[in-house]
């Protein structure tokens, strides 16, 4: 091998090095942060609606968020805990409950980490279904995806895990797959995938997809 080439080979190694670095810390997310996301149903990729979400106060660990529908029809309350992780969504007709947290996140994050946690999702629309999850997280690696904002250096985390759900009815289960592509540039993931079938069917699938952001430097 010529010099130059290894050299040029070098040069090539040392700025991968550089842009993916071994330890990613929590994003120090500021009030006043906003991040615009295209939500399309994952069975066909039409567009179901368009969010913006803006912090609105941080404190005692949590994060306070406020979802907006474009037209502002539709305005939402967010409550993520210091690793961003969902615990509440109030909403002008339901509150939903992910408790104690929806593990998304396990800062800091190194590629090949792995968590487990149990939630319990809870929605005022359905009170008597309980539904638990064992969910375990893990950091797959560095990606490069492209999204309406833009191509960004991004980690993979996925999630994945069983759900049962019983009620009054009778009772269910199931499995819920997420990816999620985390950018710490943006503070936020620049792509999420969310999945989750029953026993006998597909059920949900939704991919949220960043549009703009806005940052308080």
Sequence with gaps: ???????????VFAASAMAQPARVDGPTVKVGDVWMYNTLN?????????SVNTVKKIGGGDIVMESTSLDRSIVSKILRNRDFNLVRIEAP??????????????????????????????????????????????????????????????????VKGWY??????????GRIEDALWYAPEVRNAVRYEYTDTTDSQRYNHEVHELVRYWLIP
């Design 1 to 11: 091998m010529r010099a130059g080439n290894l050299l040029f080979l070098c040069a």
């Design 93 to 158: 007709t339901f509150t939903r409950s992910t408790l104690p947290y929806y593990p998304n996140y396990a800062f800091p994050l190194q590629v090949g980490k792995t968590w487990k946690q149990e939630v319990d999702f809870a929605d005022t629309r359905q009170p008597d279904k309980k539904i638990r999850a064992k969910l375990e997280g893990r950091v797959v690696g560095w990606e490069s995806v492209t999204v309406p904002a833009g191509n960004f250096l991004a980690l993979k985390i996925e």
């Design 164 to 173: 049962s759900a019983p009620n009054t009815g009778g009772s269910w289960s």
């Design 42 to 50: 994952g069975w066909t990729g039409e567009l179901a609606y368009v």
